[in-house]
Each structure stands twice: as C-alpha cells, then as structure tokens.
C-alpha cells in the first residue's frame, strides 16, 4: 500500500472537527438547511411526491438565483458596464442550465404515479409562482393579469409589482446599445414597459449591423449571450411541456388552466425575439 492510500485509510485525528458545537453549527447558521430539510412535507403516502416536492422547491431556488444575476446585470447595463453586466449574465446561464436539469427526477412519472399524490396540491399550480413571473417580467413578458392573481399577498404584490413596471433586463440591454451610438429606436426606448415587448424591426436591424461587424466584437458576444438565455428560457419551457404531456395529457390544469394547451401557448412565447430574427437576414 503506497503511503497516498495509508493516509487515506487513517481516522481523523483533527479534535476541530470533531468538537461539539455551542448551539446550530456554523454551517447550517449560514446555510440554513435544517430549514431547507424541513420544508419537504408530503401529504400522501406516493413515494412518488417527495421527489415532486424536492424538484419544485429546487426550482424555486434557482428562480431566485436566476432573478437574482439579471436583476444584477440589469443595474450594470444602466451604468454602461458591459464587463459587469456580462459576467452576471454568464452566472445566469450556468444557472439556467442547472434549472433546466431539474427536471430530470420527475420527467418520467407516468399518469398513474403523478395521480397518486396529484389531488393533494389542490388549486396549487406552478404558474402561480411569484418568482417565475419575476423571471417572465424581467424578460420582458408583462401581465397585469398575472400580477393581478398576487393581490391576496400584500408583501409579494409590491414586489412583483415593482419588477412589472421596471424596464426589463432586454430594455436596459438596447439602451445600453444605444449608448454606445447604434441606431435603437426612439419609440422602443420610450415604450410603455408594463406592455409586453413585441418584435420591433428596427431593433432587428441593430442586430442586424452587429452581426455584420467585428466577429469578435464585444457587442456580438452580448448578443449571442442574450441568444444562450433566450434558449435556455425556451428549453425549460418545452422540458415543461414535455413533462406535463407525459404525466397527465390534456387534461385540464389544477387550478383552471387549460393545462397542456396552456403551457404549450406560453412555450411558443419568444424571447429576445429580434435576436431569432436576425439570424434570417445576415
């Protein structure tokens, strides 16, 4: 046995890491998983449901991750820090991609599992998560509806409320853009930005220039950045789809919604439409 193994095989003598600790340990005081660990709470007996419960409370920390970086980049593209705005896009996209794995411990429950715990969330359902509409709102998907359906949580209506009529994380990309002297147009910059952000073909032709220029042109970079979003959103869209057809079909969505024909309405839902446009027309 060679003495990298040996070592490998002793017992911690360390008595720092053995010591008890005065009270909640370090690390749950900074990490807080024995409330994490806590907030599972199945109501059934399916074996099927924690994992349901796991991968949807998951989901909803990577939400806040996600809001998070573009909250972040959206202040530096004010500030015209294209660095500071990129490296927190750059966090988003690892983000996004680990959401978009989330799916995988229930993306193959079959109709007969998903019921056997599906009656006990009732009227719950995911399109009433407040920071997946925080994520749809800094992209530039605004509804009064949807902020409408929060008046019953004073605290979470403010704050959505604030992301819904704040510019998007998009607007403050072109503003930036328009900064730096490319042709933006007037009346996208002064749009009404509680209405949702519709294709504009000026906009496109922005895109169109950069795609034209430099190809290593730091404003391309940007560009294919926001395109990597943008794709990402989409695939976690039609991942969703996916998983709602194989584990219940058409049926009709828990809290009224059309369900599956619903889901796939919003999945069709561009984003950054320009940025998909333009690739037609370079």
């Known amino acids: 046995m060679n003495n990298s193994t040996s070592a490998l095989a002793e017992p911690v003598t360390d008595d720092t890491l053995t010591r008890p600790f005065a009270g909640t340990s370090p690390y749950d005081a900074y990490v807080h998983a024995s409330v994490l ?16 419960l796991v991968t949807t409370q998951v989901m909803e920390l990577w939400f806040t991750l996600i809001v998070h970086e573009w909250r972040t980049a959206r202040v530096a593209f004010v ?3 294209l660095p500071a705005a990129m490296d927190a896009l750059v966090r988003s996209r690892r983000a996004l991609t ?37 994520m749809e709102f800094l992209l530039g998907d605004k509804s009064a509806g949807m902020l409408r359906a929060h008046r019953g949580d004073p605290a979470v209506h403010e ?3 604030e992301t819904y009529r704040e510019t998007s994380l998009y607007d403050e990309a072109l503003g930036f853009l328009e900064r730096q002297g490319l042709p933006v147009p007037h009346d996208v910059r002064e749009r009404d930005v509680t209405a949702p952000y519709a294709c504009d073909p000026g906009v496109v032709e922005v895109w169109r220039q950069i795609y034209a220029g430099p190809q290593h042109h730091p404003h391309l970079a940007l560009g294919e950045l926001l395109t990597d979003i943008a794709e ?15 584990a219940m079909g058409s049926k009709p969505g828990s809290a009224g919604s059309a369900g599956l024909a619903w889901l796939e309405k919003r999945a069709a839902r561009p984003v950054f439409p320009e940025l998909w446009e333009v690739r037609g027309g370079v």
């Open 79 to 81: 500030k015209d820090d």
């Open 159 to 161: 704050a959505l409320g």
């Open 232 to 246: 990402l959103v989409t695939r976690w869209r039609f991942e969703h789809v996916l998983v709602v057809r194989r």
């Open 37 to 52: 660990n806590s907030l599972q709470q199945p109501l059934t007996e399916a074996p099927d449901e924690m994992g349901f």
């Open 98 to 134: 680990s959401l978009n794995a989330s799916w995988a411990p229930i993306a193959a429950l079959t109709p007969a599992q998903f019921n056997g715990f599906r009656a006990a969330f009732g009227q719950a359902s995911g399109f009433q998560s407040a920071m997946y509409r925080h």
